[in-house]
């Protein structure tokens, strides 16, 4: 429903008055987006979430998803209306604190609400959104349909608002609860520790739990025919893994989570979740990613993978970039995980001798350094953090020496736990723990598009 013609409403005891045809910026409308650089219309203003309890009914024959979001937030400012990130099936009703409220759906993903009675500054509030529909199949961008008849969630930098509303932003992390409702024969995964899996009659009811703060694109719905491996950790963490009927090669690399958790901790400290496992499907997706405590994994995951998605788990869901132009924070550490300490601690490997292989295979090759570390621009920021961000960090590493390397990126997490950090920082920091300017091999390693000089190619032990 849209609101139109001369309309007026008090707000914190203020008479606002709109003209039609009038363009004015309105101090009580939350803002449709919070400006990253890359996704200026990801998020919105004018207030914080701290929890989701999200419920779904999902039949896999017919696609029908059927949800219902409840969002408890509080307002950091006078609101009569707000936006959700929302590009899921029809909405049939929204609430505010028990109250019906208007709607109106508008752009690529803006539900716009407006309560009956508007939002004070400070004080907290609950949306409930209903909707059902016609799930979309986005493949590897949000709601996927399997090959199977099931579903799973996976996407980035978006994926949540194809299945529930939320405040899609990477600085708004909020805890999470997910009740599920499918048919009995089917099995679901989802992020957290499971608390309830019951059957009742023709369906089976599943719930999940995520103490610890979530962002939206990092949790996940798999429903499948799965089978389940299940280990635990030393210290009694539940590790709960799912494969898909056609996803059961996958099971031997997953036997080695404990060992993969054990080899994380031992660089970045802690486990920083109360359960872990990993969720194998059988369609055809590109990219495999590190929904949090569990991550989805598609069929051609080997071991280096789940050791990448696993780094991740420090790196970008405990710790989660402010904008996505920070994107270095999360692949370049999980890249150099897998692909250089792994190897390194656990097989042995020469990994000075690996940095210099790969130097001499692509230093002549303009199009390797054409993208930058920091900031490589929209579109481009799931490309050179691969190949480039372990170059760097090893460079880096040779640079501080290991003792103060592996201790300052412990200490970065820790301060950082539960929370963001942005590429800035992580400079700042660094340098905090360096004896020498790092300004030089900073800008020359993250911000240009050319090889840096030989002076920041080969540092300390690298120098041949």
């Known amino acids: 429903m849209r609101l139109s013609g001369l309309c007026g409403v008090v707000v914190a005891g203020v008479l606002v008055l709109a003209a039609p045809g009038v363009a004015q910026a309105d101090p009580f409308l939350g803002a449709p987006g919070l400006g990253d650089p890359y996704y200026p219309l990801d998020g919105n203003g004018g207030y914080d979430v701290g929890h989701y309890e999200i419920g779904i009914d999902y039949d896999p024959p017919t696609r029908h998803l059927a949800g219902t979001a409840r969002i408890e937030a509080r307002a950091t400012q006078a609101l ?22 208007a709607w109106d759906r508008n752009g690529e993903h803006e539900l716009t609400v407006t309560p009956s009675v508007p939002l004070l500054p400070g004080l907290p509030f609950v949306a409930l959104v209903d909707y059902a529909g ?6 590897g961008a949000g709601w996927t349909i399997s090959p199977s ?14 299945w529930y509303p939320l405040n899609d932003t990477p600085l708004d992390k909020a805890t999470f609860t997910l009740h599920t409702t499918v048919p009995a024969e089917w099995e679901v995964m989802s992020n957290g520790r499971r608390t309830r899996n019951e059957v009742r009659g023709d369906k089976r009811i599943v719930s999940w739990e995520s103490k610890h703060p979530v962002l939206g694109y990092l949790t ?4 499948d025919r799965f089978s389940f491996l299940e280990q635990q950790r030393p210290d009694g963490t539940p590790l709960l893994s799912a494969f898909a009927p056609q996803a059961e090669d996958n099971r031997e690399t997953e036997r080695r989570l404990p060992e993969i958790l054990d080899f994380a901790e031992s660089l970045y400290g802690p486990y920083p979740f109360d359960a872990a496992g990993g969720i194998y499907v059988d369609a055809e997706l590109e990219i495999s990613l590190e929904t949090q405590t569990r991550p989805i994994y598609a069929p051609w995951t080997d071991l280096e993978t789940v050791v990448h998605e696993i780094a991740h788990q420090w790196w970008g869901d405990a710790v989660s970039v402010r904008q996505w132009s920070d994107i270095c924070l999360n692949e370049c550490f999980a890249s150099y995980t897998a692909d250089y300490l792994w190897g390194e601690r656990k097989e ?18 303009p199009k390797f350094w054409e993208i930058p570390l920091d900031n490589p621009g929209a579109g481009r920021e799931f490309t050179s953090v691969y190949y480039r961000g372990p170059l760097f960090l090893h460079a880096l590493r040779k640079q501080l020496g290991d003792d103060v390397f592996f201790g300052a990126v412990k200490e ?17 920091f660094v340098q905090s723990k360096s004896g020498t300017d790092l300004t030089g091999f900073l800008r020359a390693w993250l911000d240009t598009e050319e090889p840096p000089a030989d002076e920041y190619l080969f540092p300390g032990a690298l120098r041949v």
């Open 134 to 139: 016609p799930a979309r199949d986005e493949m």
């Open 149 to 162: 008849g099931g579903a799973f969630v996976a996407g980035q930098p978006h994926s949540a608002a194809t």
């Open 348 to 365: 042995g490997v020469d990994v000075d001798t690996q940095y210099r292989e790969k130097l001499a295979k692509y230093l002549d090759n």
């Open 80 to 101: 009569r209306a707000f936006n959700l990130d929302f590009d899921g099936p029809e909405v049939r009703m929204v609430t505010v604190n028990g109250l019906p409220a």
């Open 220 to 223: 996940t719905v798999a429903i």
């Open 412 to 428: 970065f997490l820790r301060a950082h736990a539960y929370g963001n950090a942005s590429m800035l920082e992580f400079r700042t």
